[in-house]
């Protein structure tokens, strides 16, 4: 009998542990979706605005031509719209780090990412004013992008690390030894993180330079593979070093096919990863039959911010499952919202 209800007692504790790890999200996982995503979709909305030649429609910052609400022709609205999303989507980042130290700061993985996306945040207002009042010169744009690309990265690591749970948790020594499938993998998607900032940053360096045009064909380059000019050789190093991003990818999948058995979703992420940088190829190739249309310069940078996202994602997650940082899942000491509590009361009880 004893036996029996011990049985009952492991199985009832799996249910609950297999039920933990299949949880909904929480209030505070839900919001972080959202602001990750409306981050992405601000991107999106910069390349919008810099494709139009809309930049420079609100000559002032942070109004729009001496008005909270301005009118004026689309450039003006485009601009303006992406100031509004912005305004919205800061305050969904502040509200994401009220949420952290509220939900979650026993957790540092949670907190510590969220709260430096505060910080990268404020930097990136900065940025967006001197977008403007510089007359958009090319270091500050890119400076502006990776500085996205940056608030991107650290609301996913730490929207990643709120879903993890102790049951989840691999021992880390095991994977390490003879450099195993997620080991492997993970340096690999670190190597496709890295590769894909620096192409997305020399991407942008090479539009906001007004290299774009310098290039007539695909994959040629004014049907040279080493073209005479600045703007023409700028061009081809970004392709060129997307080439090189297309192999560290591939690699990436390799690798992840290979532990497909052990760690199945690493594979799937890779996959993803693949993908998106298949059509980014395809469609930086559009760029160029369809002589750098509106919509394919978009859609350009859209599937570029999706990719880094992917990358990113990746890359985290391989990370923790080659045991490269600290539980993830491990809690600490509570601290106190309000640590002058505990205080006062002391004195008033020694009173």
């Keep these: 009998m004893r036996d029996r209800g011990a049985a009952r007692e492991r199985d009832?504790?799996?249910?609950?542990?297999g039920a933990v790890r299949r949880r909904r999200p929480s209030v505070f996982q839900l919001w972080g979706?959202?602001?990750?995503?409306?981050?992405?979709?601000?991107?999106?909305?910069?390349a919008t605005?810099?494709?139009?030649d809309s930049g420079l429609a609100c000559p002032d910052w942070p109004l729009c031509n001496g008005k909270l609400v301005p009118g004026g022709d689309y450039h003006v609205w485009i601009e303006w719209t992406h100031r509004l999303v912005a305004s919205i989507v800061g305050l969904a980042i502040v509200a994401f780090v009220i949420g952290a130290w509220r939900a979650?700061?026993?957790r540092a993985w949670v907190v510590?990412?969220?709260?430096?996306?505060?910080?990268?945040?404020g930097v990136q207002v900065i940025l967006g004013g001197l977008t403007v009042t510089e007359n958009l010169p090319p270091e500050i744009v890119t400076a502006h992008l990776g500085t996205a690309l940056v608030l991107v990265l650290l609301l996913t690591v730490g929207l990643l690390a709120s879903f993890a749970t102790p049951s989840a948790r691999r021992a880390g020594p095991a994977l390490r030894v003879g450099g195993g499938p997620a080991v492997v993998t993970a340096r690999l998607a670190a190597a496709t993180l890295v590769s894909v900032l620096a192409l997305m940053l020399v991407g942008s360096w090479v539009s906001g330079s007004e290299a774009g045009f310098a290039c007539g064909g695909w994959p040629l380059c004014n049907d040279s593979l080493l073209p005479a000019g600045d703007r023409p050789a700028l061009h081809m190093a970004h392709r060129y070093l997307a080439a090189g991003v297309g192999l560290v990818v591939l690699a990436t999948m390799i690798a992840a096919w290979r532990g497909r058995r052990t760690e199945p979703r690493l594979?799937?992420?890779?996959v993803v990863v693949g993908a998106l940088y298949l059509a980014q190829v395809f469609i930086g190739a559009a760029n160029i039959w369809t002589t750098l249309t509106e919509w394919a310069r978009v859609l350009h940078v859209a599937v570029a911010a999706s990719l880094w996202l992917g990358a990113t994602v990746l890359a985290a997650w391989a990370a923790e499952r080659a045991a490269w940082v600290p539980s993830v899942?491990?809690?600490?000491?509570?601290?106190?919202?309000?640590?002058?509590?505990?205080?006062m009361a002391e004195r008033r009880a020694n009173d």
């Design 329 to 343: 899942a491990r809690t600490g000491p509570r601290p106190s919202l309000r640590p002058w509590r505990p205080r």
């Design 49 to 52: 605005v810099r494709v139009t």
């Design 33 to 46: 979706m959202a602001t990750l995503a409306g981050t992405v979709a601000l991107i999106t909305l910069g």
């Design 12 to 17: 009832g504790s799996t249910a609950v542990s």
């Design 104 to 106: 979650h700061r026993d």
């Design 267 to 270: 594979l799937l992420l890779a």
């Design 112 to 121: 510590l990412p969220i709260t430096a996306a505060l910080v990268v945040l």
